[in-house]
């Protein structure tokens, strides 16, 4: 009897391919949907064919061990993102990853948005004083930004997200530059981050968290920018050093920074809540109703199709 572990309570509808398979028991989520600890996955792994994890599961080398000793054939994470899970120790024990790439592009690219606007012309600082009762009335030197419209935005990352940033970009008449580790062969493209970093007006981050990507934007880098610019991370907090980040903001060295994603999640640096022009949102970047439940059918599809013998199309390869 296949069991599956689903470590948290789905959107609904989100569990329904796993319907498919003959005999299930499903194992999960606790009723009171807290997460289940390190220790916990470690017990439980063994004892699953599958897990279909969230981000914030630590399916690490020590789970995926234990559970390739035992029953554990799937991990599917109701991500596309998934520093979370030791790919290489899921190959290395024939334990087969998957994400959800492709059925989120566009809204995250939507909060990617989101935060360009609300940082660039400062809405968060506009908006906490009007209701603390601090808007005295129209002012012409009142809560200026930085204009969107027309300015040159750099894409860090240019993959699906980034490419859905770049569309976005295109209907405010914005100039875009973009980075990749190989070149695209597209107009834009810059081989080198520090320049790309100097030349934008605005930053936008779309890379995977790697060793290589980790503080990929840190103190040296920041200090390239320009002092009017805007930089926006719905990637994964550890590409920024928010210390340096925050440095910069209160220094005035950048303009603003609007982030979805922390370095420590759910703890926020605290210089970077005391930092002045900044939007903090929390890790919202794919939260629509429609796209979190095609993440969850897409993760628990590529479950079915593995205990169904089958190959998902969205494996992760290490
Ligand atoms: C969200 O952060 C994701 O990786 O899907």
Wanted: charged share 20%; proline share 7%; hydrophobic share 45%.
């Amino acid at each position: 009897m296949p069991r599956v572990l689903v470590t948290r309570r789905l959107p609904d509808g989100g569990a329904d391919p796993l319907a498919s398979i003959a005999d299930l028991e499903l194992v999960g989520p606790k009723s009171d949907d807290s997460p289940y600890s390190h220790d916990e996955l470690v017990a439980m792994a063994p004892q699953c064919d599958a897990i279909v994890a969230l981000l914030t599961d630590p399916i690490d080398a020590t789970v995926i061990e234990a559970g390739s000793a035992g029953a554990l054939r799937v991990v599917a994470n109701v991500a596309v993102g998934y520093n979370n899970i030791d790919v290489t120790a899921a190959a290395a024990h024939g334990v087969v990853v998957c994400n959800t790439p492709g059925v989120l592009d566009e809204t995250t690219a939507d909060t990617a948005f989101l935060l360009i606007l609300a940082a660039a012309r400062l809405a968060h600082e506009a908006e906490t004083d009007l209701r603390a009762g601090r808007w005295a009335g129209w002012g012409i030197n009142q809560y200026l930004g930085i204009d969107v419209h027309g300015a040159t935005l750099g894409i860090v990352g240019y993959g699906r997200i980034g490419r859905a940033v770049a569309r976005r970009a295109a209907g405010f008449g914005m100039g875009v530059l973009h980075h990749a580790r190989t070149p695209s062969g597209e107009p834009g493209f810059v081989a080198d981050l520090d320049e790309l970093l100097a030349e934008a007006d605005i930053v936008t981050l779309h890379t995977p968290l790697s060793p290589q990507t980790t503080h990929l934007i840190d103190a040296r880098r920041l200090a390239l920018m320009k002092p009017t610019s805007v930089l926006v991370n719905t990637a994964r907090g550890p590409v920024v050093d928010e210390a340096a980040l925050a440095a910069a903001l209160h220094a005035g060295t950048i303009f603003a920074a609007g982030l979805d994603v922390y370095e420590r999640e759910p703890e926020v640096h605290p210089e970077l809540l005391r930092a002045p022009r900044t939007v903090l949102l929390p890790h919202i970047g794919s939260g629509s109703t429609a796209t979190r439940r095609r993440m969850a059918e897409l993760a628990t599809s590529a479950v079915a199709t593995v205990l169904h013998g089958g190959t998902p199309p969205n494996l992760v390869h290490p």
